[in-house]
T-cell receptor, first 110, second 114 residues
Framework: ELKVEQNPLFLSMQEGKNYTIYCNYS?????LYWYRQDPGKSLESLFV?????AVKQEGRLMASLDTKARLSTLHITAAVHDLSATYFC??????????FGKGTRLHILP | DAGVIQSPRHEVTEMGQEVTLRCKPI?????LFWYRQTMMRGLELLIY????????DSGMPEDRFSAKMPNASFSTLKIQPSEPRDSAVYFC????????????FGSGTRLTVV
């Protein structure tokens, strides 16, 4: 059974600090996605990682993918309050299905 | 493009009633997915279509749930009869090519069964 595990599930941090969210998955895949969800809202695509070693950055967020280790990271640099949200990683299976992790609820304290 | 459009945004119904959720995918997207989100179970894939054909419905909880895609611009998810445990947010998503682009999600339908 495919597992997509995020760590931590809850994170409270101070503005200005750096932190990393980890996403481990249990099957072979070379496609990984990161989404953001604000409370009561839909999911917004942040990053699409298409190959081993892929690294993408947008503002204070940077995502990377290591397909050999089956690990992706989402790094937050100098966090600001606006980044408070739930972040999901998701993995593509061979049959075009995308399976999501449980999400990491990030709360950034001003 | 208006994005993926779902209706209604909110639905409150009594147990035993039929509920129909609707979705209009982004024009040109060949893939359509229905997900359910709850606090306890997270995001669950219910069913997906490719070119209007159901490909995998293994996530549909039971026979009370059914989904159709009569044409490229419209899909429905029906629950009959509804039960309180069906209360959740139901998302529709579409994609041109999941491998390259991932999905674009609609705004969701918050269903409450009382």
């Amino acid at each position: 059974e495919l597992k997509v595990e995020q760590n931590p599930l809850f994170l409270s941090m101070q503005e200005g600090k750096n932190y990393t969210i980890y996403c481990n998955y249990s099957t072979t895949s070379d496609r990984l996605y990161w989404y953001r969800q604000d409370p009561g809202k839909s999911l917004e695509s942040l990053f699409v990682l298409l190959s081993n070693g892929a690294v993408k950055q947008e503002g204070r967020l940077m995502a990377s993918l290591d397909t050999k280790a089956r690990l992706s990271t989402l790094h937050i640099t100098a966090a600001v309050h606006d980044l408070s949200a739930t972040y999901f990683c998701a993995v593509l299976l061979r049959d075009d299905k995308i399976i999501f992790g449980k999400g990491t609820r990030l709360h950034i304290l001003p | 493009d208006a994005g993926v459009i779902q209706s209604p945004r909110h639905e409150v119904t009594e147990m035993g009633q039929e509920v129909t959720l609707r979705c209009k995918p982004i024009s040109g997207h060949d893939y359509l997915f229905w997900y359910r989100q709850t606090m306890m179970r997270g995001l669950e894939l219910l069913i997906y279509f490719n070119n209007n054909v159901p490909i995998d419905d293994s996530g549909m909880p039971e026979d009370r749930f059914s989904a159709k895609m009569p044409n490229a611009s419209f899909s429905t998810l029906k629950i009959q009869p509804s039960e309180p445990r069906d209360s959740a947010v139901y998302f529709c998503a579409s994609s041109l090519a999941p491998g390259n682009y991932g999905y674009t999600f609609g705004s969701g339908t918050r269903l409450t069964v009382v």
